[in-house]
């Protein structure tokens, strides 16, 4: 039997995404009615070939693609959620986060290195405390489990080797991991990325990063959002390439598969979740705001060998399901 490590995030307020975003008529054309390998080559063909912009220009390109929509002269910083002043970059403020850590197979060169699809703003403090760990669920028992991470990272958690972000922000790096491994390949001396999930082997020695499987649950329950969907349209005017896991986010699945064959419902005050195989033991918790967490001791939940339901008691709830 499988046992899962993690926390499995749902929000009452939007399970299913379904709005693209404004992607040029034929763009995808030579991708359609394919999947698994064949997609993938076809993806790489797509968006491979982008206009490369300098790495000393991409402040300049994220203070556009990620302004704050409130101050245009600030910049919402990805794990802080801070907005930050654009003039503060590379001092003391912010600086430009690698998604993909530079360590793992970008080495200062070539066009991923400066690839605003996985670059964002970033405070510096921040930035340098997440290192080159890989995207997991922390581990609450480890001995270097920190909540928050960080003083300025309040939103998310870390231990020995792994980095969580914000739930609102893990569907959106997953993507930007996906794109990362499928843009990259390896031809023309660029850097062959691969996501995995032996952990083992994510090492400045080669070019994997992940963890593969968690980043693929990340995808599936916290879909695309509009704020997504705006950055890939901006980043397309300046690098001329697209994200196609968020235009098309049901080709993750078609690429990568479930990893666990998860199946969401959703109905007027109720969602249900089904999975194939038993699930051992569960603990829920609650938040109005997904900062603040509580158990719930109240039967909310109902268990069978292969589902669950939760019971939607409040408007504006989110649930968050651990599974061991």
Partial sequence: MM??????????????????GEEPAGYYDSAHGKNGKSLREAINQIISGH??????STDEAMSVIDADPINKNNVILIYSRKSDPTSNCCSNGWNREHLWPNSYGIDNRG?????????????????????NKHFDESDPESRYYKFPSHPEAILCSSDNNSWSPPESLKGDIARAMFY??????????????????????????????????????????????EEEEIRNDRVYKIQNNRNPFIDRPQWVSSIWGNPLQISISKTANSIKVSWPTTIPRTVLETSKDLTQWEVIKSPIIIQGDQNSTLVNDYKNQFFRLRIK
């Avoid at 970033?122 to 340098?128: E, F």
């Fill in 3 to 20: 046992k899962i490590h993690g926390y499995i995030i749902l929000t009452l307020l939007q399970i299913i995404h379904q709005v693209y």
């Fill in 111 to 131: 066009p991923a290195y400066s690839d605003i699809h996985a670059l964002r703003p970033c405070d510096s403090n921040v930035n340098s405390s997440r290192g």
């Fill in 51 to 56: 206009n490369v912009i300098s790495y000393s």
């Fill in 180 to 225: 990362m491994d499928i843009r990259y390949e390896g031809k023309s001396g660029e850097p062959d990325l691969e996501l995995t999930d032996d952990l083992a082997e994510i090492t400045s020695s080669n070019s994997k990063m992940g963890s593969l499987k968690t980043l693929l649950i990340w995808h599936m329950l916290d879909p695309v959002s």
